[in-house]
């Protein structure tokens, strides 16, 4: 059993390719350019759930202006270094 | 490999570039500390992944297509001919992996391809690939604080995999159509890179708009200052010492070119380092030019912005850029002159863009990079008029016209017009901004949230300790 065309070094002068599973090459491009395009699609749905939670938090919270509030009085405080 | 001299000349080669590529990544190390200093602390995460993101997302983009893309549009296709065959460059070639240079598998290859593109490929691939980073990351500094990451790693994809690598084939090539037709002559990448990530970055800020409290009810532009001006500039002394790995990987270390593969002169021999459309240099030129055009753009910079580190060392970029297009030709003092020149023009532009049509361009990278390097390429048309644009015969001359249509087609053509398109999409679908609430109190409100409520645990559990 052997995974690829390399059975000895001492006729690596007549070696191409040496990585393991040559002529799959097709095979491994379409799964790359697969997994390329599946990522964009998981991080724009990612992307769009985390946004849409800031948008919750904020408006729960009472809107972008009593974030802002909420984090001056916060550095105010220095509730952390206290 | 046989022959001891010509194995040492291939393995030269590989090795040369290999040194190319850490130095260049320098440039990405430099990029992402100068927009991480340039933002306000509610948006560092994500101005950082911003940027780090379009490494991977350009890497395999350019595996996939944007090297064959570099081989197969020289012709444009269908300018002057039609797509030309570059079997070493598709993904699914044996060229593209680990290779002895022997045992033909593939059509399309002879052997004589394989003992060259078996060495030569990886490094000459990634040499390329840092210049699309490069391209990307001049984009990403423009656009901080507002863009939605997802949109910009579309449009990183757009400049890093496509329109750049579709303009080194045009320009930026030995045989490229504008080479042999324009006379076009871009030596170290005013235009390829420069310009065309300028005009790349101006057409989504065209599409963008500015970051909220940049322009006043009447229009006057606010100053948002970098929240660490020492890291701004850090980043851009690493772009500088990236910069002379860029310069080096746009030369070819060498050729015979009067040998069999160039001009095939019968019994003579003339071994140099050449640029990229195989016109003798030397890396003593380069160099000399390099750091004379750097000082001229610093000096001209530190007298217009009055001693403003940011733009001063924005300006020593712009110097560089603005001669790199003439560079393997220029005297030093040229270099000097011209750098200055490019400097001047970078911050004039940037604030009469701004007052004008508010363009709020974060970081001056439209400036320093778009019409620093149009100003470089038109300049070079100029200053190198009537040199012969390639060694080989038939190819148009060096002229002021033929570098201001390379201009054009680099900033508006293969720039700012896909850049526009692809950004109105976006808009179109709601996703190339981030929602405006988020933008009012920071796109890194989650993490900063976490973060906060962290560090209160723990120091409420020290309080409970301590009695």
């Known amino acids: ?82 | 490999m046989e022959d001891e001299l010509a194995s040492l000349v291939v393995i030269f080669t590989e090795f040369y570039y290999w040194i190319t590529i850490p130095l260049m990544f320098l440039i990405h190390v430099g990029f992402c500390m100068y927009e991480v200093g340039a933002s306000r602390y509610k948006y560092h995460t994500h101005t950082l992944m911003k940027n780090t993101m379009l490494i991977p997302l350009v890497t395999i983009t350019f595996f996939f297509f944007g090297w064959w893309i570099y081989f197969a549009f020289v012709n444009g296709p269908w300018i002057i001919g039609p797509l030309v065959d570059a079997p070493h460059a598709t993904p699914w070639s044996e060229m593209m992996g680990t290779h002895m240079g022997n045992a033909v598998q593939q059509d399309g290859l002879t052997v004589a391809d394989h003992g060259w593109w078996s060495r030569i490929n990886g490094v000459f691939w990634a040499a390329f690939l840092l210049f699309s980073w490069t391209a990307a990351s001049i984009v990403s500094g423009s656009v901080i604080e507002r863009i939605r990451p997802s949109a910009f790693w579309i449009l990183a994809i757009l400049i890093g995999s496509v329109t750049w690598i579709i303009d080194a084939a045009w320009g930026w090539s030995w045989n490229g159509w504008m080479v042999q037709k324009l006379g076009y002559h871009d030596a170290y990448a005013s235009g390829v890179i420069h310009a065309i990530a300028g005009g790349f970055a101006l057409g989504i800020l065209m599409v963008l708009g500015p970051r909220i409290g940049k322009f006043t009810a009447d229009g006057t532009p606010r100053n948002i200052n970098p929240h660490n001006p020492w890291l701004v500039t850090i980043g851009l002394f690493l772009i500088y010492t990236g910069f002379w790995g860029f310069y080096v990987a746009c030369n070819i270390p060498i050729i015979d070119v009067y040998g069999g593969l160039m001009l095939d002169v019968e019994g003579k021999s003339f071994f140099s380092a050449t640029n990229i459309y195989l016109q003798p240099t030397t890396l003593s030129a380069i160099t000399l030019n390099f750091l004379m055009s750097l000082s001229g753009g610093l000096l001209v910079a530190y007298m217009v912005s009055k001693g403003d580190p940011f733009w001063t060392y924005s300006g020593g970029l712009a110097g560089v850029i603005a001669a790199s297009a003439g560079n393997d030709l220029y005297h030093p003092i040229q270099a000097m002159l011209l750098g200055g020149c490019g400097a001047f023009v970078a911050y004039k532009m940037h604030y009469w863009v701004e007052n004008r049509f508010k363009i709020d361009d974060a970081v001056g990278a439209v400036a320093v990079h778009g019409y620093a390097g149009f100003f470089g390429v038109v300049v070079a048309g100029f200053m190198l008029w009537g040199y012969p644009s390639s060694p080989f015969e038939g190819y148009a001359t060096i002229s002021p016209w033929g570098q201001f249509i390379g201009a054009v087609i680099m900033f508006f053509v293969l720039g700012l017009i896909p850049a526009w398109i692809v950004a109105k999409i976006l808009h179109g679908m709601g996703v190339l901004r981030i929602p405006r609430e988020i933008e009012l109190v920071g796109l890194d409100i989650n993490h900063e949230s976490q973060r906060s409520t962290d560090a209160d645990e723990v120091a409420q559990a020290i309080r409970d300790e301590a009695g």
């Open chain 1, 1 to 82: 059993m052997s995974t690829g065309l390399v059975d000895n070094w001492l006729n690596v002068d007549t070696f191409g390719a040496i990585y393991p599973f040559v002529g799959t090459e097709g095979f491994l491009a379409i799964v790359g350019i697969a997994l390329w395009i599946g990522w964009h699609i998981w991080q724009i749905k990612a992307e769009s759930t985390e946004f849409q939670q800031d948008l919750d938090n904020i408006r729960k919270q009472g809107g972008p202006g009593a974030v802002l509030d909420e984090e001056v009085s916060r550095e105010t405080k220095d509730v952390v270094g206290r």
